[in-house]
């Protein structure tokens, strides 16, 4: 299922322009045929302007000519000859005849929307995306953005030009535009639209040649904080006061390998999946989506604008900067961790593990330091165990969960027993035998590991079907 940001949600009376005449003349000063009984295709054959449009259609692959001679409806926007010319020249080409042709396809398709819109929608709505009939990522078709706040603009490359707009056809609209529209990748995407500015400034200003990386072939998932996310998360706070290499992190948090989009997410319901940052052992940071209600990433961040597809990659817009996780933040994202979360704060006021696990530096005074690796049972598991026990013991319960000073990842570990230490003081022994994984409490029980390897910044999360109890005669 292909997924595109939809525009169509408002449509106000008023249009930007309305063609009433038969012919009109465009800001080239030739005739613009405005038939309505005739097709996209034949407007365009009897239109000067348009002529190496219509030499660029019968040229490229695909038989572009036949395609909008059908019903469609299309919107098609179409670009000058004085529009052609320069895209020829900036491009190193002598003549169309030098485009390849099967290249000549996808930048005209990208100048072809499968839908009939006019000004009037496009003033109504604003500024958003729509898919152009161009192959992207993935297989998806490719976004492109409008922008009404200064006339039209698409992706903020081309413009419609004065009388262009509104051109009826049989099968659709016309939108006479002034540039040629070269297809975006991700960064591309990210430069036209102005809600993405202080994006591209950090990523310009952290360290690992980012907008190098996230120019390559890819494809990457890219969830885009808008210039609200980063004013929230800077507070008042100058960008350029960031540390760079804490900041390349921090945006790495929110990318992605291969082509991830909404309907992806909806399918997997909720769930874990890696980002490019790294964490302790140079492990992959890990990233919780939910889509119960909207997509939501590690219990913070909303889908704004989803699936605006690239050439290399698709971007997700989101309402909040995605900072580096700690154990805390998915233990409180995920709901498989609701009563854990609950014994960790209100049923054990005396300690404040909230704190505790949420250290990312070491030497402090109780000499509790992350890295942690945190056996953070399920809620199934805790409704297994029955009540819970008072405080003082279940505190005593919930610190034999938590070693600390030790990144234990699944890759870490030995086949056979390996034994570690908890904050309790007793030892559990972790079994890697098969699947699935054994952990050996205190007490002797045995509770599996069903999911491994939840990593945030300060340490790595294994999920149990049991609750570990630490020895209780010693």
Avoid: W
């Avoid at 997700?316 to 709901?335: E, G, R």
């Avoid at 250290?359 to 029955?386: H, K, M, Q, W």
């Amino acid at each position: 299922m292909k997924s595109s940001p939809n525009f169509f949600k408002a449509i106000l009376a008023s249009l930007v322009f309305v063609i009433s005449f038969s012919c009109s003349d465009d800001d080239n000063g030739g005739p613009v045929i405005t038939d309505p009984e005739l097709n996209i295709v034949e407007i365009a054959l009897q239109t000067p302007e348009l002529s190496i449009l219509v030499s660029a259609l019968q040229a490229a692959d695909g038989n572009l000519v036949d395609l909008l001679g059908t019903d469609g409806p299309f919107t098609v926007l179409a670009p000058t000859n004085a529009a052609f010319t320069a895209f020829l020249a900036s491009n190193g080409f002598g003549s169309l005849d030098d485009v390849p042709t099967d290249v000549l396809s996808e930048i005209l398709l990208n100048h072809v929307i499968s839908a009939d819109i006019t000004s009037g929608d496009l003033a109504a709505a604003g500024a958003g995306y729509a898919s152009t009939n161009a192959s992207g990522a993935g297989g998806n078709f490719i976004s492109i953005y409008f922008n009404t706040s200064n006339g039209v603009r698409f992706n903020n490359v081309a413009a419609v030009t004065d009388g262009g707009a509104d051109i009826d056809a049989s099968n659709g609209t016309i939108h006479i535009v002034d540039a040629v529209i070269p297809i975006p990748s991700i960064l591309a995407h990210a430069a036209a639209n102005a809600d993405f500015n202080s994006l591209a400034v950090a990523l310009g200003a952290a360290d690992g040649d980012l907008i190098d990386v996230l120019s390559q072939d890819g494809p990457f998932t890219v969830l885009a904080p808008d210039n609200a996310a980063f004013s929230t998360f800077l507070d008042g706070a100058d960008l350029g006061g960031v540390n760079t290499a804490v900041l390349s992190q921090i945006l790495l948090n929110h990318v992605l390998d291969g082509v991830v989009t909404s309907s992806d997410l909806v399918a997997g319901g909720a769930g874990y999946t890696n980002t490019s940052a790294t964490g302790p052992g140079s492990n992959a940071l890990s990233l919780y989506y939910n889509t119960s209600d909207g997509v939501v990433f590690n219990g913070i961040s909303t889908v704004t604008a989803a699936d605006v597809v690239g050439t290399n990659g698709i971007i997700h817009a989101v309402d909040t900067v995605i900072d580096i996780p700690t154990v805390v933040t998915f233990a409180a994202a995920d709901p498989n961790f609701s009563t854990l979360v609950e014994a960790l704060t209100t049923l054990t006021p005396g300690t404040d593990f909230v704190s505790i696990l949420s250290r990312t530096e070491g030497s402090n005074a109780d000499g509790i330091n992350p890295d942690y690796t945190v056996f953070a049972p399920t809620n199934d598991a805790f409704t297994d165990l029955g009540d819970l026990p008072g405080e003082v013991a279940l505190t005593q319960v919930l610190l034999h969960h938590v070693v600390s000073e030790a990144n234990l990842a699944s890759s870490a570990l030995n086949d056979g027993d390996n034994v570690a230490t908890t904050l309790e003081g007793d030892d559990i022994t972790v079994t890697v035998i098969g699947n699935p994984v054994i952990v050996t409490d205190g007490s002797g029980n045995e509770a599996g590991i069903i999911a491994t390897d939840v990593q945030a910044g300060n340490g790595v999360i294994h999920v149990l079907d049991s609750v570990l109890l630490p020895d209780t005669t010693n």
